[in-house]
């Protein structure tokens, strides 16, 4: 009797493919070099020193409360970024988290702030703001799913059409129906929250009085949760296998309609998140000033590509270029220096990491020929040995 015996699998070490892996660590700082170079001609042009400028631009972000401001802004980007990622995995592009986060926030503000909300507790407040905002993220963003699944819209025309539409019934209920205009005030918002549901700071920066967002905690809860979602479930698996190639997927048993409509709901879900930082730890009511980050998302998210570690760092560093250029109104340098380092970074990064991947794929296929040419051009050695003998 034989026992069957199992072979383990190596350890994670040995599994990692240098030839992939360095043109992929390669890749971003390549990008973020060039951005920084084209940003300095710019700079040139303009007559300003930009040695000068990255120094102030640095010693400026590295500030107690501008660390406070980076985390705070990162946050955002983080969730924002995560909610598009969702989309790009499944081959999907929501351009309409900016749309989905506004009437998600909206939405969750106004019936918080309600008066017969106040019977209510402060922990039980914060919760419902965070499940209506996700679920009214996600109905906007059905929206889009159904016309795609249904009716072949594209989500790109879709989804941005949605987002002036959103837009605007946000404003028509905050300055007809819903909104509230505080003694002093210069603007409608919804109403103040009752301090029993602000969402306490985190003392985490020293050197400051400043806390960071207490709804950091949340963003990296969600972090965790969409890496092991998209990687270790069925459900991320379908996602991906989806998004790469939907004919095979859906020869394989995958209903693709549905994972689409799922996707883009869960897409949706979370970018309802989008503006409940602010709301629940600084503003504590929404306020047509809330805006802006969907966009921001798309771009962390390809910075990123898709990877909850990548994105977190995209996140900092575009909460970085945002609260440093601050700084550069005091030397005379025009802010816009900084979004085209933004922009140009995404533009290299995607350049970047699309050669990385050729030239990967181009050593993997080179050791591949390799390996199979071996035993080809050792069998004759073989077959002349037999026979000799």
Request: a positive charge; hydrophobic letters at 50%.
């Amino acid at each position: 009797m034989t026992s069957a015996t199992t072979t383990a699998p190596p350890p994670f070490w040995r599994r990692i493919d240098p030839a992939k892996l360095v043109p992929q660590l390669v890749a971003p700082v390549a990008a973020l070099l060039l951005a920084a170079a084209i940003s300095s001609v710019a700079l040139l042009i303009s007559d300003k020193d930009p040695v000068q400028a990255f120094t102030d631009m640095y010693h400026f972000g590295i500030t107690p409360d501008s660390q406070v401001e980076i985390l705070n802004k990162a946050s955002e980007y983080y969730i924002a970024a995560v909610a598009v990622a969702i989309g790009f995995k499944m081959g999907l592009f929501n351009i309409g988290v900016e749309g989905q986060s506004k009437i998600g926030a909206f939405m969750a503000g106004a019936l918080a702030s309600a008066s017969f909300m106040s019977w209510m507790p402060g922990p039980l407040r914060i919760a419902l703001i965070i499940v209506v905002a996700m679920l009214v993220g996600a109905a906007w963003a059905s929206i889009a799913a159904l016309l795609k699944t249904q009716r072949g819209v594209s989500e790109v025309i879709s989804t941005l059409m949605l987002n002036s539409i959103g837009a605007l019934v946000v404003t028509w209920l905050l300055n007809d129906h819903w909104g509230v205009q505080e003694p002093g005030a210069q603007i409608k918002t919804t109403g103040i929250l009752p301090a029993n549901s602000w969402m306490p700071g985190l003392p985490i920066i020293s050197g400051t009085d400043q806390k960071v967002l207490g709804f950091l905690v949340i963003s990296v809860v969600l972090g965790i949760a969409y890496w092991f979602t998209i990687n270790r479930t069925r459900f991320g698996f379908d996602l991906r296998a989806t998004g790469y190639n939907p004919f095979a997927a859906s020869a394989s048993g995958v209903n693709a309609k549905k994972m689409i409509i799922t996707a883009m709901v869960i897409s949706g879900a979370i970018a309802g998140l989008v503006n409940l930082p602010r709301m629940l730890g600084e503003s504590h009511t929404y306020t047509e000033g809330f805006g802006g980050i969907g966009f921001t998302g798309i771009a962390v998210a390809l910075l990123g590509r898709n990877h909850p570690v990548g994105m977190a760092l995209g996140a900092i560093l575009w909460g970085f270029l945002a609260r440093s250029q601050l700084i550069l109104d005091l030397d005379g340098i025009p802010k816009e220096i900084v979004l085209i380092m933004q922009g140009v970074a995404v533009l290299s990064v995607v350049i970047a990491y699309e050669l990385a991947t050729r030239i990967g794929r181009r050593a993997q296929q080179q050791r591949v020929g390799a390996a199979t040419a071996a035993p080809a051009t050792a069998a004759p050695l073989a077959t002349a040995t037999e026979e000799s003998k």
